[in-house]
């Protein structure tokens, strides 16, 4: 017993050292699984090698960081025209690494890929080639005007190439279709309606089934930036401790008690909806796209709903640019147009749930589930009423403590139910320093400010 | 301990041979040298980012000295949670872990038949990440759990029990401490059987002769000389409970703050890693605050060493 003692001693020491934070683990992803043609034939698979040989055009991104999200999109570069060594880094590691190289004069990287937010402060910087030769060489891609413009980025030039769109929807179970509520219109459907819907879920089956992702990873705070506040109050920022800020909250409250509890641990909601858990959920399109696919039959895709200032929702575009002195710039040119290819942007529709950029695409080709993402969308973006969210820029790293005031803002009111007015005032004021420490001006749907952006 | 014994036998060795002058000079650079590696490892991997994580935590995000990271953790909404959370746990779970440990080493010591397959089976958790552990325990409690589907299938309960959620912050606990008694109590186990092996059989059975009962015996015997290694079970243990993270991401997500977990989330989510290193500063001091409380309310004479 006592050489079995001191062997377990051995692995208990291990074992500590071994047992370091990690991140909740993810599920494997699942492939584009339809009759459809989703993923582009890979004709020559690329010897999976991770060695960087010299010939590889390598691609920083910081899109498609999750790991269920990089394998899908290294499958799409697996038949691009040159070999590709993608690698996806979060904001601040991407412009750090970027800052880093640009400024020992040895960049490697020959093609940068991220949100809007994240390649705008390179423009500034001057990190970025001019690309409005390749923009007018790829003008069969109909990239729509106002994408356009933001990879103008202010200027008459272009500075990067308009690549995927991310925005958020509602999907709806099938079975919560007898609930709704009467004089209710799915394409639009009100808060009100939507509080209603759940509250007569609940009545009639005793079940809370509204579902939204306030887990660790879930993107719950972009509802309140780029849905609750735009619907409530025309605004993402200024109107945050405002009257109508207030009744909004008032709101939310009501509907969050016919919300599942069990809210708070989901991350990507295609889970919670798959196993029937919620019947209603607001996500990322690319966090609930593997229910669209592989259920369509019971699935429903509804645009957000409306509130008194109208449908506001949230677009992240993203960009591909390609960084001074890059080593391989033909490969990135010749990179750049592959994947805004209209075959290549619906692949990264159907395998990622990111939406094409260019408005050449043809969903026809399109699982049923998808092809009803794809409509949604189109109908949010076209309401007449739109109130449209960018993502802030100019908070650089300390964009994720903006986030954590929306997320402390819904947790002191909606789960320990705190008075709303003086939480408002609270939160404002973290809101107001956080702005102020880093000089960011207003953004859409705010109007643009000098200074730093002013909370009222 | 093991360690401690063998310990004991080096040092008995050295003092022997330490009569011949020459060797002694080389003898005396060979322990030093022995340790030089361990020494630079915990220097470079350990002590230097410890430096620099106290360092983090009195700066402000443009690197002045500031006091701000304090400031703002001390004002943040799940600071004074996260306290509350990580103190009540650590008084929960390393008690109850002390006891089973103890009730079970006990139990494995008495020779029983198949004793060495317990120790085996007790031993399990110890070879799982604590991540693992939180997952396995989540499928149990979820709501659509092993433990909801055997209430519904006995008739108990009609839909299941909500264990996880934040509405039930008592049951979300209790869920929550269940799984991490489960996964660290074979640690301190392993720790006392280690101790209770060096304690020589000969005192129990003079106080057997006696008339001492199990009781007596356990009260006057096993437990005084067992002092050393429950001093280090519990000083590891408590230490550990304060960095409690995994298992508590994995049930409760953010339902349960603990400063662990607030670290973790200040530097990866809300990336200021100076209001995580003030966080990491805390539960340096709790940690060191406590390890001295033990040592004081525990010490151990040095005839206890055995």
């Keep these: 017993v006592k050489r079995l003692v001191g062997h377990l001693f051995g692995m208990a020491s291990l074992v500590l050292t ?166 209710a219109s799915l394409d639009a459907l009100t808060y009100d309606q939507l509080r209603e819907w759940g509250e007569r879920i609940l009545r009639e089956t005793g079940q809370r089934k509204l579902g939204f992702p306030a887990g660790e990873r879930g993107l719950l705070y972009r509802f309140f930036q780029g849905y609750l506040y735009p619907s409530f109050t025309g605004s ?36 919670p909806l798959e196993n029937d858990e919620v019947w209603i959920a607001w996500d990322h399109t690319a966090r ?52 805004t290819e209209p075959e ?11 939406f094409p950029a260019s408005g050449a695409t043809r969903p026809e080709k399109l699982p049923p589930g998808l092809q009803r993402l794809v409509k949604a969308v189109a109908e949010q973006e076209a309401t007449s009423d739109g109130v449209l969210v960018l993502p802030l820029i100019g908070l650089g790293a300390r964009g994720s403590e903006l986030n954590k005031v929306y997320l402390d803002t819904f947790s002191r009111i909606a789960l320990r139910q705190e008075p709303i007015p003086p939480v408002l005032a609270e939160q404002g004021k973290l809101l107001q320093d956080l702005l102020n420490a880093t000089g960011a001006g207003c953004w859409p749907p705010d109007s643009r400010s000098d200074g730093p952006c002013l909370v009222k | 301990m093991p360690g401690e014994v063998m310990l004991g036998r080096e040092q008995e060795r050295t003092a022997s041979e330490a009569v011949v002058p020459p060797v002694r000079r080389r003898r005396a650079l060979t322990p030093y040298l022995l340790l030089a590696p361990s020494v630079i490892f915990m220097a470079v991997l ?36 996260s306290i509350k959370n990580t103190l009540l746990l650590t008084a929960v779970v390393v008690p109850a872990q002390v006891i089973l440990a103890l009730v079970m080493s006990l139990l494995l010591m ?25 997952v396995v325990w989540l499928s149990i409690f979820t709501d659509r759990g092993y433990l909801n589907s055997l209430l519904v299938s006995l008739g108990l309960s009609e839909t299941g029990f909500a264990f996880l959620s934040y509405e039930h912050p008592l049951s979300l606990f209790l869920a929550v401490a269940v799984a991490e008694t489960w996964r660290a109590t074979a640690l301190v186990m392993v720790i006392l059987i280690a101790g209770l092996q060096v304690i020589p059989k000969d005192y129990g059975e003079a106080a057997e002769v006696f008339g001492a009962t199990f009781w007596q015996r356990l009260r006057y015997v096993t437990l005084p000389l067992l002092r050393p290694s429950i001093q280090v079970a519990l000083i590891i243990r408590t230490i550990l409970a304060f960095q409690v993270f995994a298992v508590v991401v994995a049930l409760a997500g953010r339902s349960l703050p603990v400063l662990a977990g607030e670290a973790y989330n200040w530097y990866g989510s809300y990336r200021n890693p100076n209001v995580a290193a003030a966080y990491a500063l805390l539960i340096m001091l709790f940690s060191l605050a406590n390890t001295g409380i033990y040592l004081r309310a525990l010490r151990v004479r040095d005839e206890q060493l055995g």
Aim: with cysteine; hydrophobic share 40%; glycine share 6%.
């Design chain 1, 18 to 183: 071994a047992c370091v934070p990690s991140a909740p683990c993810a599920p494997a992803p699942t492939a584009c699984t339809s009759s459809a043609p989703c993923a582009p034939a890979s004709t020559s698979p690329t010897p999976s090698s991770t060695t960087i040989r010299d010939e590889q055009l390598i691609f920083l991104s910081t899109q498609f960081t999750p790991p269920r999200e990089i394998d899908p999109f290294r499958r799409i570069l697996r038949s691009a025209p040159v070999e590709v060594n993608f690698s996806s880094l979060d904001t601040e590691a991407f412009s750090n690494r970027v800052d880093a190289l640009q400024h020992a004069g040895k960049v490697r990287i020959s093609l940068v890929g991220g949100p809007h937010a994240d390649l705008a402060p390179f423009q500034r910087t001057g990190y970025l080639e001019e690309l409005t030769a390749l923009m007018s060489s790829l003008s069969n891609r109909e990239f729509p005007e106002p994408y356009r413009e933001l990879s103008r980025l202010d200027t008459d030039q272009y500075y990067y190439v308009p690549w995927t769109r991310a925005t958020y929807v509602l999907v709806v179970n099938k079975k919560a279709m007898p609930y709704l509520p009467a004089g």
């Design chain 1, 236 to 271: 993402s920022v200024v109107e945050f401790r405002s009257a109508a800020a207030e009744l909004m909250w008032r709101e939310f409250g009501e509907v969050w008690k016919v919300t599942n509890p069990a809210s708070t641990t989901y991350d990507w909601m295609q889970e």
């Design chain 1, 288 to 339: 609930l796209i593997t229910v669209l696919k592989q259920r369509s039959d019971d699935f429903l895709v509804v645009p957000a709903p409306v509130g008194p200032k109208g449908r506001g929702y949230m677009v992240v575009p993203s960009g591909l640019g390609i960084p001074k002195q890059a080593p391989n710039r033909q490969g990135a040119e010749r990179l750049i147009a592959y994947l």
């Design chain 1, 344 to 354: 290549q942007q619906l692949a990264t529709l159907c395998e990622l749930g990111f």
């Design chain 2, 46 to 81: 350990f002590a230097w980012p410890m430096l620099q994580a106290l360092v983090l935590a009195v700066q402000d995000v443009d690197g002045s000295m500031s006091l701000d990271p304090l400031a703002r953790m001390a004002s943040d909404v799940q600071f004074g949670e």
């Design chain 2, 110 to 134: 008495t020779g029983l038949r198949g004793g060495g397959l317990f120790l085996y089976a007790w031993s399990i958790p110890l070879g799982i990440s604590d991540l693992a552990a939180g």
